[in-house]
Structure formats: C-alpha cells, structure tokens
C-alpha cells in the first residue's frame, strides 16, 4: 500500500526570503514541500485579517503548518481557520509571556514606533535596529535572506510581534527553540523542544537537525 503524503508548508521569519528553507530536505516520498512568501498588509490591517489572507495559499487540509520567529506568530494565528496534522513553531514564541523584556518596554513606550523603517534598505543590520542586539556574524549570516524591505510591512510586522497578545498557544502546538536565541531568550521559553547550540537563525546554519528530527515530531502523536 502506498505510503500517504503530507503537505509541509513553512513561513520564514520577519521580513526573510523563503530561501531560508533551501536547506531543509524532507523525504520526498512521505512529504511534499511548499512555501508561504510575505503579503504587503494594508496599513492598518489586523493580525487576524493578515492570517486569512495568508491562508489562502495553504491548498491542502490535514496539512503540516511550521513557522519561523515572526512566522511562527502567524502560522499560529493562521491555525485558528485551517485544519491541521501539525503546528510547529521555531525560534519563535507561544504568548505575550514569552517575549523578552526588551519588547514588553517597546510597547509600553511605544519605542517600536521610533524604528526608522524606511531607512532599512540602505542599513545592513536592520534587525539590531529593530529588536536589539543581534551578533554580527549571525546578523550577516541571515542578512542575505532578507529580501522585505516595504516600509508598510516593516512597520507593521514590528507592531504586531511587539504588541501580540496572545495568552494561550493552539493546542497540539509544537515549539522548537536553540538553547543559544539571544532574541528570544530560552529563559523566557516554556514546553519546547531545545536544540543545544541553537541560535535565532538555526533553522539556516543548524539545517541539518531539522532534516534528521523534523520527520519524527511531524509523526509523533
């Protein structure tokens, strides 16, 4: 009898290429690739309004739904209108509770909204700016990745992440998340799986965990 196949759709980080998962090989036989590249948002337009649209490129029920940081925040707002196998999230966070201190200040201060946003195409290290420090290497490593640069997505991507207010994740949620994030520190991170070493980008330099682990916690019930 042959072996059904699951749809595996992945959403990139904040402002990332979905090049970002070139690395990432499932088993061809059991799983079928695709990717979720950034909408521009209308000004104003609410997270959950973003994640319909959003899920209008999702074509197929009973499918595996995984996000990275940014992504993982939409990919969990997305599962309230799709029927899912799996949620997974990486290098990302589960409810407000989990964002680092840094951002709960920018809310309360509304700092987010002093980011100079429409500078970022002519600034390498836009996401220092944005959420604070970020190692260079790491920063240069992901840098090539990016390929968002819309002052409206800008602002708008930093508001909703800064100011999520999520209490409780999905149920069934899976959440992956490296020992070694420095942007969403492990210490504020509760119920995951930990990948020692990981960094916030280990879903690019740690892409080889992901192909040897991946296919078991899309399986385990």
Do not use: C, H
């Given at each position: 009898m042959q072996q059904e196949v699951t749809h595996v759709y992945f959403m990139p980080g904040m402002?990332?290429?979905?090049?970002?998962?070139?690395?990432?090989?499932?088993?061809?036989d059991r799983y079928i690739v695709h990717t979720l590249a950034w909408k521009i948002p209308s000004k104003n337009e609410s997270v959950e309004k973003y994640a319909k649209r959003m899920c209008e490129d999702v074509m197929h029920e009973n499918c595996v739904l995984i996000g990275v940081s940014f992504g993982g925040l939409i990919v969990q707002e997305?599962?309230?209108?799709?029927?899912?196998?799996?949620?997974?999230?990486?290098?990302?966070?589960?409810s407000k509770f989990e964002l680092p201190k840094?951002?709960?200040?920018?809310?309360?201060?509304?700092?987010?909204?002093?980011?100079?946003?429409?500078?970022?195409?002519?600034?390498d290290d836009w996401e220092k700016l944005a959420l604070g420090d970020f190692a260079k290497k790491r920063a240069a490593l992901y840098q090539k990745y990016?390929?968002?640069?819309?002052?409206?997505?800008?602002?708008?991507?930093?508001?909703?992440?800064?100011c999520w207010?999520?209490?409780?994740?999905?149920?069934?949620?899976v959440h992956i998340h490296g020992d070694n994030d420095i942007i969403f520190p492990v210490s504020n991170i509760k119920d995951c799986i930990i990948?020692?070493?990981g960094t916030h980008v280990m879903i690019i330099n740690r892409a080889k965990w992901f192909i040897e682990n991946l296919p078991e916690i899309i399986e385990d019930n």
């Open positions: 402002a990332a290429d979905v090049s970002i998962f070139d690395f990432i090989k499932l088993p061809s997305m599962s309230r209108f799709l029927k899912l196998k799996k949620l997974i999230i990486i290098s990302s966070v589960k840094r951002m709960k200040i920018a809310r309360a201060t509304k700092a987010y909204k002093l980011v100079p946003t429409g500078m970022i195409s002519k600034i990016l390929s968002v640069n819309d002052k409206v997505y800008l602002d708008w991507a930093i508001e909703k992440m800064v207010d999520q209490e409780k994740p999905p149920k069934g949620l990948v020692a070493g």
